[in-house]
């Protein structure tokens, strides 16, 4: 099979497939049934993926536990700035030649590494990758992740279906959309060949300047979190994608993103047993494929010093003992500072290992990794058999997965269900149901076309997350426009200029009502200048926000007052319908907002949401 990125996905044939993976699928009795991988803990399956383990080499054996980022969008042919990027990094040209130097179990897709540009050339590069690592010697299918939590962290974006973030989720309360957008996420990226996704985000954001989770969170309760991750890992892991709960043990209370930091978490054990732990046992209770540490010290769990990460007691100790979890740990990626602050990039694979860790995400420099965890073997630092532990979880991961019977995918399946009309209705349904009206004075919402017919949409224009159109004030004006107002667009930024406020400010005179989209408004800063300038020219200003609901708390003078959390696409065009009046508000706020200037203060608490027959009522 040729591998050009672009062309068909025509795979080998079944019998070649069979043959390459040894027939071991049917030898072990196990496909693609949708059950926790303790159950295929057997000692039938296990003595057979035993089998498979003894005769790798110990090189091979190292490969396995790694998931590698590679540029280019095929397998075998990337573009040269892609061959470029991976000489750099990696020392090799293709994603073939990583497979046949490193036999790393598994590949991470990134937008960023030019891996996702559409569904057929993802499919293709799937197949392409499935193929290189099939093609050596006691080959075995990949683990192909991305991170699709949807909302502001995607990988895949349009024409896939894309869904509302976990903390609108979280305002719509349902479980059951939690589990259809897992299905159909799930079946989208396994039509695409990626059969492991880094979510759902199991954290409990209840820290306001959390810079790094926020709304990636269900919410701030964690009995609601932890209903909503169980429902949809289970439509994830229906549609044989391994799902993947992370932060393990909790990243929700921080004001530090492990990305650039090392951050603390100073709950209590009891604290963590109430708040942090309930989602993480909801989701093994679930029957969790997989689940991510955190770059977080937790002194209570563990007070050595040490990532969680790197953390016996936290990983071996609760996670494995306590918790009873035996399915796969994954690193979350080692290129992050959080896991980099205390010891040298050679030492944090061995460590992790050491830890009680399986997959070992992203290193920096795969050489400097793949090399420490080899020494670190030969040396007597850890033992093969302690690799031979995380391998037979790896193993029996891609055996549940049905990978090893048939890791390909095709063309035909990819037209069938990526980005069908039915999945983006499904969506827009969900979406609709999670947006949040928080203030609505005089019920000056919803706006009516015969007495608001035409609208001035300012605000923030945040980077386009997960492949939507963008940008956000553009996709409210032309959602309003096709409601049947006369909206335009004007974008202000997240830092209007003096300048840009008075242009915003004249432009409303000219129009009977404003909306402004607001992106982490901060008390000194212009966004709420901006705010404040548009209420006193007098026109009726509708403000939304598009990521966090904290922004309400910033503007205590505005009329009305719309949560998003998020500026996807589905997200905007749901809020403009409700903002018409052709839905209503049906969101309820996921985390408490406490007031500005009193933050020992709930301004709005968990569950405040408005509706519109509350103003129908009032005016009665």
Known sequence: ???????????????????????????????????????????????????????????????QLFVMRVYGHSATAPDQADIDANLKEIGVRTAAELIAKYRVGGIIYFTW?????????????????QKASLDQPRGLPLLIATDQE????????????????????????????????????????????????????????????NPVIGVRSFGADPDAVAGLVAAEVKGYQSSRVAATAKHFPGHGDTAV??????????????????????????????????IMTAHIQFPALDDSGDPATLSHPILSGILREELGYDGVVVTDSLGMEGVRTKYGDDRVPVLALKAGVDQLLNPPTLDVAWNAVLKAVRDGELTEARLDESILRILRLKAKLGLLDDPYVSDARVDRVVGTAGHRAAADRIAERTTTLLVN?????????????????????????????????????GALTELGFTATALSTGTAPSAATIAKAVAAAQDVDAVVVGTYNVTAGGSQKTLVERLLAAGRPVVAIAVRNPYDVAQLPTVQAFVATYSWTDVELR??????????????????????????????????????????????A
């Open 1 to 63: 099979m040729h591998d050009s990125g672009t062309g068909s996905t025509a795979t080998p044939s079944r019998r070649a497939v069979l043959a390459a993976t040894a027939g071991l699928t049917a030898a072990l009795g196990v496909g693609g049934a949708a059950h926790a991988v303790t159950t295929y803990a057997t000692t039938h399956t296990d003595r057979r993926l035993r089998v498979v383990i003894a005769r790798m080499s110990l090189e091979e054996k190292v490969g």
């Open 113 to 129: 590494t030019h891996n996702t540009r559409d569904p057929h050339q993802i499919a293709t590069l799937s197949n392409g990758i």
């Open 150 to 209: 949807h909302g502001i962290v995607c990988r895949v974006g349009k024409p896939a279906t894309l869904f509302p973030g976990a903390m609108a989720i979280g305002a719509g309360r349902s479980r059951g959309d939690a589990r259809t957008l897992g299905r159909i996420s799930g079946t989208e990226l396994r039509a695409m060949g990626i059969n492991q996704d880094y979510s759902p985000d199991a954290d409990v954001n209840v820290n306001p300047a």
């Open 257 to 290: 993103d492990s990305h650039y930091g090392f951050p603390v978490i100073t709950h209590s054990r009891d604290l963590w047993e109430r708040l942090d732990a309930v989602p993480f046992r909801a989701a093994i209770e679930a029957g969790i494929d997989s």
């Open 441 to 477: 004075e005089g019920g000056i919402l919803p706006l009516s076309r015969s007495t608001h017919p035409r609208i001035l949409v300012v605000g923030a224009d945040p980077a386009s997350p997960s492949g939507t159109t963008g940008p956000p004030t553009t996709v409210l004006a």
């Open 574 to 619: 749901a809020a403009a319908r409700v903002l018409a009046g052709r839905v209503g508000p049906r969101g309820r706020l996921p985390v408490p907002v406490q007031r500005a200037d009193d933050p020992t203060q709930v301004l709005y608490p968990i569950g405040h949401g408005l509706t519109y027959q509350t103003y129908a009522i009032d005016r």
